[in-house]
């Protein structure tokens, strides 16, 4: 194993069991809907998990992209939220979007933007996550699909960065303390 993972939380297989299971939950809700499904990437801790979600969904599917900043480099949350590249759709009283983010910790990126997208006339919005860290929340919000409960310990891999690096790693693991600057 690489020496800066502590241990392995999520493998390859169960990752693509997690897709699969929430790709399913998606295709079956949205099967009957009048309106254009729009799966939003939030980049870029995002872009893997929505590649293996895409494939995945059985029912037609657009998708796009929207670039936040909430963390800055490091491992604490900055607790304000910031639009870097928007959503610009003149059609959105036609779109059911579905937020996909890699994980969710204190809440505020996910509660803002699902309430931005409303304002902004989407036709309905719904969230999605490939992890959920509960016990860090600060504001009240859960996500409508999600992947999996983990425990309070900062995460690398399948799209997730620690100061831009560790991104590409096909499985979700533990960063060792020892590699993470102060
Ligand atoms: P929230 O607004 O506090 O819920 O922050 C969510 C964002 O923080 C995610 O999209 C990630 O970019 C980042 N984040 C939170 N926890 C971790 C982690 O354990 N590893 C990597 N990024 C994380
Ligand atoms: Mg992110």
Redesign the pocket.
């Known amino acids: 194993m690489n020496d800066f993972i502590q241990e392995i939380l999520i493998d390859e297989q169960e990752i693509d069991g997690i897709c699969s299971k929430i790709a399913a939950d998606i295709s079956r809700d949205y099967a009957n809907s009048q309106k254009k499904l729009l799966l939003l990437c ?1 980049l870029k ?1 995002s872009v893997v998990f929505m590649g293996e979600l895409m494939k995945k969904i059985t029912v037609p599917v657009e998708i796009d992209f929207m670039k936040v900043s ?2 800055g480099s490091g491992t604490s ?1 900055a607790g304000k939220i910031n639009i870097l590249l928007d959503l610009h759709r003149g059609d959105l009283e036609d779109i059911d979007i579905v937020i996909v ?10 509660s803002h933007l699902t309430e931005y997208l409303k304002l902004k006339g989407a036709h309905s919005v719904r969230t999605c996550t490939l992890l959920d ?1 509960p016990s860090r929340r600060e504001v009240n919000f859960n996500a409508d699909y999600v992947g999996k409960i983990i425990p309070d310990k ?3 891999g399948f799209g ?3 100061d831009e690096k560790y991104r590409a790693l096909p499985f979700v693991g533990v960063l060792r303390p020892e590699y993470v600057k102060n």
């Open positions: 939030i801790g909430s963390y949350s983010e890699d994980i969710i910790d204190s809440g505020r990126t996910l860290k900062f995460v690398i997730l960065d620690y």
